[in-house]
């Protein structure tokens, strides 16, 4: 049994819907275990400018159905630096917090496995963000909400596309993962879905002209992750216009939309059982571990994997949306 009587909470780099409800279930379960919960604000910027208040159970009544995060968010340099690490610790210290709890994407664990290893502070992370890119988790907190945000805004666009027999381009977040748009892209019955991680293999534009992905419609709908490598919407549809003058081409970029929300039922479940199974793992004596749920069973990842190693996209899913779009 770990030797912890407070444990401090703080969610950090984008908000994802269902980070209230992590909130909630780590500051419940924690309470429930018989420790003190202190919420810290602003991320890794209020563990160093003392932004500490002490929750009780009535802190996180009424905000599971509530997107964003109640703690506020920030993405925070001073911390990358050693003195911002310094100062963070000190400020554990004065506040009598023993361990704590992160929520936020692999910048947010990244920050917590050099601050876990420096100063050997018990710290579990839980996968919060929409873009679903963490190694060791089925899926993260935020993501099933992102996913119903596309598909209920591509839809409306359909119907434009659909009058003006045009093609669309809809870029979608995920930072440098092709999550959001291929799944997105299955779930409108898009023609196509536009990723980084098959960029470098073929040149997806050339595929899906070649493939005559036009032949039996008169409007498509193209998914396009964010990212560099695939040159994003604008990149794609700049590309057609030059090579393929003859395509009514237009571009939606979804943007910040797909971060909000109340989130759905899915996430909340997530983050349910995630807040629980954080509070679990640091009475275990676990530390310095991203909690992920694989096959509906929940497993520790150590920060190194989760952060490190790229999670796979699941290529029957590029099969099966070719098959489906013709
Ligand atoms: O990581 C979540 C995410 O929404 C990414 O999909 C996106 O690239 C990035 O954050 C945008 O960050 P910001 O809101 O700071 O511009």
New binding site residues.
């Given amino acids: 049994m770990a030797n912890i009587n407070c444990v401090g909470i703080l969610t950090s ?2 908000d ?1 819907p269902g980070m209230n409800a992590a909130i909630r279930a780590v500051t419940r379960s924690a309470i429930y275990n018989g420790l003190e919960v202190k919420g810290i604000y602003r991320g890794y910027k209020g563990l160093i400018t003392g932004e500490v208040v002490p929750f009780k159970t009535n802190n996180v009544s009424n905000i599971i159905q509530q997107g964003g995060t109640i703690l506020k968010t920030a ?1 925070c340099d001073e911390f990358k630096e050693p003195d911002g690490r310094q100062t963070a610790f000190e400020t554990m210290k004065r506040e009598g917090i023993d361990a704590l709890v992160v929520i936020g ?1 692999d ?1 947010s664990l990244t920050g917590a496995r050099l601050f876990a290893q420096e100063y050997d502070v018990p710290i579990v992370g839980l996968p919060g ?3 679903n ?1 963490l190694y060791g988790t089925d899926t993260t907190i935020g993501y099933d909400t992102a996913l119903n945000t596309i598909m209920e805004a591509v839809d409306k666009i359909r119907d434009t596309a659909t009058s003006h027999e045009r093609l669309f381009f809809i870029e979608v ?3 440098d993962a092709g999550f ?1 748009a291929l799944n997105g892209a299955i779930a409108v019955g898009a023609e196509a879905a536009i990723i980084p991680e098959i960029s470098t293999e073929v040149d997806q534009l050339e595929e899906l002209i070649k493939n005559g992905f036009r032949k039996s419609k008169n409007s498509s709908i193209v998914l396009v992750a ?1 990212s560099e490598v695939t040159g994003g919407a604008m990149g794609m549809a700049d590309r057609v216009k030059k090579e393929y003058p003859n395509y009514d081409v237009r571009v939606t970029i979804l943007g ?1 939309i ?2 909000g929300g109340s989130p759905t039922a899915h996430d909340r479940i997530l983050a349910c059982r995630m807040g629980a199974a954080a509070i679990d793992a640091l009475l275990e004596d676990q530390r310095n571990v991203m909690i992920g749920i694989q096959n509906d069973t929940i497993v520790y990842v150590p920060f190194s994997k989760a952060i490190k190693m790229d999670k796979p996209i699941n290529r029957d899913l590029l099969n099966i949306l070719r098959i489906l779009s013709i």
């Fill in positions: 780099g984008g994802a993405r994407g910048g963000t929409i873009d890119d977040m995920g930072h959001l964010e910040h797909q971060r």
